[in-house]
C-alpha cells in the first residue's frame, strides 16, 4: 500500500508534457445576385380552337404570357426550342400538320423569335420583366381538316 501511494505521489508531481497543434481555418465563398423568379405559370398554352384551314392567315395571335421577377442588373438567357423546325427557318415550326407552321413573335418588339434553341441575350433586367410571346399560324401550302398539336420549351438561364 505504501508503494502506491509512493507511485501515485510520484505521479502526481511529474510535470506533463502536453502536444499542442494549430488548425487554421479558412472561410471563403462568393456571393451572388439571386436569380429571377418566374411569374407565370411553367405551362402555357396557346389554344387556337376551332378555325376554317381557309382562315388560317386571319386567325388571331395567341397571348403566351412569360413574366419574370428580378433583382436589380440582373442578366440572363433565353432561348426557345420547338419541336420541329421548318426546314430552312429559323422562326417557322410545324404544327404537327402538314402544310401548318406556327411563329412566335416577341411582344416587345414584334419581331419574328428563333425557335432553333439560340439563345437571346438580356442585360440589366430589374423588377417586372415582360418576355411575353404570340403564336401565330402560318399556311405553308394547301390545308386540310383536321387536329393539330405541338410543343416548344423556352429555356432560361439566369447569369
Known amino acids: 500500500m505504501r508503494f502506491s501511494l509512493?507511485?501515485?505521489a510520484a505521479l502526481a508531481c511529474t510535470p506533463a508534457f502536453a502536444a499542442t497543434d494549430t488548425v487554421t481555418?479558412?472561410?471563403s465563398g462568393t456571393l451572388t445576385r439571386p436569380p429571377c423568379t418566374l411569374t407565370s405559370s411553367k405551362t402555357l398554352s396557346a389554344n387556337f380552337g376551332s378555325l376554317p384551314y381557309d382562315q388560317i392567315a386571319s386567325a388571331?395571335?395567341?397571348?403566351i404570357p412569360v413574366t419574370l421577377s428580378c433583382p436589380s442588373n440582373s442578366s440572363l438567357n433565353i432561348s426557345i426550342k420547338a419541336a420541329s423546325a421548318v426546314s430552312g427557318?429559323?422562326?417557322?415550326?410545324?404544327?404537327?400538320?402538314s402544310n401548318l407552321a406556327y411563329s412566335l413573335l416577341w411582344n416587345s418588339d414584334n419581331s419574328a423569335a428563333n425557335i432553333t434553341g439560340v439563345k437571346r441575350s438580356l442585360t440589366n433586367q430589374s423588377g417586372a420583366v415582360n418576355?411575353?410571346?404570340k403564336a401565330k399560324l402560318i399556311?405553308?401550302?394547301a390545308l386540310t381538316e383536321g387536329a393539330f398539336s405541338?410543343?416548344?420549351?423556352?429555356?432560361?438561364?439566369?447569369?
Open 60 to 63: 388571331p395571335l395567341i397571348d
Open 139 to 141: 399556311a405553308l401550302g
Open 6 to 8: 509512493s507511485l501515485a
Open 150 to 159: 405541338t410543343t416548344a420549351v423556352i429555356n432560361i438561364e439566369y447569369l
Open 25 to 27: 481555418i479558412n472561410v
Open 131 to 133: 418576355l411575353s410571346l
Open 89 to 97: 427557318s429559323t422562326t417557322q415550326a410545324s404544327a404537327g400538320k
